[in-house]
């Protein structure tokens, strides 16, 4: 029997589409709603330990020009240019309110 | 759906009865009882939103192990470059600060008409919402000859806890010149990418240590998650170490010999290991299936606006034990839906109908300590159910800053623990 078994050819990528509907037309999200699930990768509140960029204390303007800015590719994030184009300009919005309403 | 006043009196009633005998519950309960099984992602998330959402709240989470070991970084636990201290947690700041009511027990029956837990030390908990995140619970059998005995020779490593100290300490036994072999199985099971990762930093290690050695992947798919990006990653870092066998190319592990660290895959080929870590096929946690919580698929159906199960009303299943497609089983998941459902609890427990759903997934993956790759999606509940939102989302670009990404998953790693469990790390 052969040590291992390896018949390697040509690999073939398939390049998952992430399969998508269109939500835009959903019911409103509440702002709590959208802005927890941030909280996995930005912390509790916003406040992040590590390099991942703390929400918290950040004024609204600044938060919704960063977020508009990786969403419209202006500027380049690690993450948030995917993230951000889940997001309505009004969703951003509220985000941008919760976000810099915690104290 | 509301909660009735009536019913409402009816079940605090019956709850203030039954924890007479109960005396650990000691929180004051104005506006209802909540339990929560399993203290993971999903479970002790729960735990903590519901409490700070509504402090009148009084919530209970059954917990078996006293600590939680995570299986994110355990990988990296495996390789050396993280300690396993560091990916061990305790529920002190929940109970303290949180007031959660913490047991250590296991929960081993649920009588969804009384809407009572039974725990194995005697005790019993009554509910008005329940939520569970037990995790998931292995097919063993599924591979012949692979059971709980033969997983301490050819370790899942895949439920925390000390398996992949086990696993650590054979990579460290191995000979140069070794084969390690990581199976990987079909969809859906917990972690997509991590049997890849686990390849990855497997060469990590060995490449230092132990050149050598080859690494080999059985999987019983044709693809796998972000292959593209692990491909370019081990042809870069480890060139000739990772080989990667499509099921269609024999690489489906059917049967196993632990002892003489044999796999033998649906053509019956064998191939000798010299390290193996067997991933079997799973399903949902045995609590759900004594609770009649599973389908025929072994895993648990829930109506994903809320995660109410749509076996047993009151019953919220999050997490890897829940049929959440099209997100995956992850502990982003888990984190994300538990906040779903604190919301839809408080929401029911104050007499609001719950609002819409909006959750996010992110898994990160360890090529190399510096080399990390990364999936994401956000998700909506719309006409066709659960969704990932159109244009957001998708991978790691292949020309993406993969040691950028190296220390937001670090990084992401202490946040997702301190909202989970409320501890800074
Ligand atoms: C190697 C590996 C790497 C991973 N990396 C990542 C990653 O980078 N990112 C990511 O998001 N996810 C990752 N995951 C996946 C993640 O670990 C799981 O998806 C997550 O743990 C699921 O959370 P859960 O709450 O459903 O279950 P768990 O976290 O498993 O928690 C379930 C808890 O319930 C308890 N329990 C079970 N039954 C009972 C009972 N009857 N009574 C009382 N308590 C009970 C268990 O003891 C356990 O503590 C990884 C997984 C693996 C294996």
Known sequence: MKRYVLPLGRVSFLVGVLCCVSVVHAQPVSPEMLAFPCMACHGPEGESQGEIPSLKGRSYNDLKNHLQA??????????????????SDEQIEALARYFSGVK | MDVSRRQFITITGAATLSLASTPVFGQPAKKGRVVVIGGGFG???????????????????????????????????MAGFVKLKSITHNYDVLRERYGVNVIHD?????????????????????????????????????????????????????????????????????????????????????????????ASLMAYYLKKYKPRCKVLVMDAKPNFPKAHLFKQGWESLYPGMVEWVSSDSGGQVIEVQAKEGILIN????????????????QQAAKIAHVADLVDQSGWCPVEL??????????????????????????????????????????????G?????????????????????????????????GLKAVRGGGGRTFMNGDFEAEARFARSWYKNIIADTFGQRT
């Not at chain 2, 895949?158 to 992949?164: A, E, L, N, V």
């Open chain 2, 106 to 198: 296991a929960v081993i029956d649920i009588d969804p008409v009384s809407k009572t837990v039974r725990l194995q030390g005697g005790s019993e908990l009554v509910y008005d919402r329940l939520v569970m995140s037990p995790g998931i619970g292995f097919r063993w059998g599924a591979i012949e000859g692979y059971d709980q005995a033969a997983s301490e020779l050819m370790p899942h490593a895949w439920k925390g806890g000390s398996q992949i100290q086990l696993l650590r300490k054979q990579l460290h036994a191995m000979p140069d010149g070794g084969v390690a072999v990581v199976t990987a199985p079909e969809i859906p099971y917990r972690c997509p990418p991590g049997p890849y990762e686990r």
């Open chain 2, 43 to 77: 479970g002790a998330t729960a735990a903590r939103y519901i409490r700070k959402l509504d402090p009148e709240i009084a919530v209970t989470l059954v917990e078996i192990n006293p600590q939680y070991t995570t299986c994110p970084l355990g990988n990296a636990v």
């Open chain 1, 70 to 87: 990786f969403k419209s590719m202006r500027r380049r994030g690690v993450i948030m240019n995917r993230i951000t184009r889940g997001y």
């Open chain 2, 352 to 384: 609001n109908e719950p609002g819409e759903p909006s959750l996010i997934n992110t898994c990160f993956s360890f090529v190399a300590p510096d080399h990390v790759v990364s999936v994401s999606a956000v998700y909506r509940f719309g006409e066709k």
């Open chain 2, 305 to 350: 606006r809320t995660f109410e199960s749509t076996r047993h009303s009151a019953i919220h299943v999050i997490g890897d034990s829940a049929i959440a497609r099209p997100m995956p089983k992850s502990g982003y998941s888990a984190n994300s839906q538990a906040k779903v459902v604190a919301l839809a609890v408080v929401a029911y427990l104050n």
């Open chain 2, 266 to 281: 649906s053509e019956g080929d064998a191939v000798k290991a010299d390290v193996a870590s067997v991933i079997p096929p």
